[in-house]
């Protein structure tokens, strides 16, 4: 069966969130920031823009999927290989998890994005905001 899964990962064990699974909200490398110490390297795609960067029908299928099968972590954080609050659907993503799981979200953000009213609002429905 060939694994159709491209924007969870996980669960991977985490010192703050114990077994986390990892929700990629947008793609590779794609930051307001390009800091020399993150763990993924260079930046390629430096910006500001908010937008669908992944189909958030894509996200909730993934999530419904890895749901249903069972899954089970002590959070699902919005984080990976990007800025998650560039996605503009991030806060209702969130709400769709809290609407299908008991499992509670966390979102790792550089804050860059955090001066925009909606980013707050959206930011403030998850359980743990960690700015990095």
Known sequence: MKNTVKHLFGPVPSR????????????????????????????????????????????KKELLSWIREGGTADYISLAGSGEPTLHNGFGELIDFIHANSDIPVALLTNGTTLYSPDVRESAAKADVVKVT
């Open 16 to 59: 703050r969130f114990g077994r986390s699974l990892g929700v990629d909200l947008t793609p590779f490398k794609t930051c307001t920031l390009d800091c020399v110490f993150c763990q993924l390297g260079h930046t390629t795609s430096k910006t500001c823009q908010r937008c669908e960067y992944v189909p958030l029908g894509e996200l």
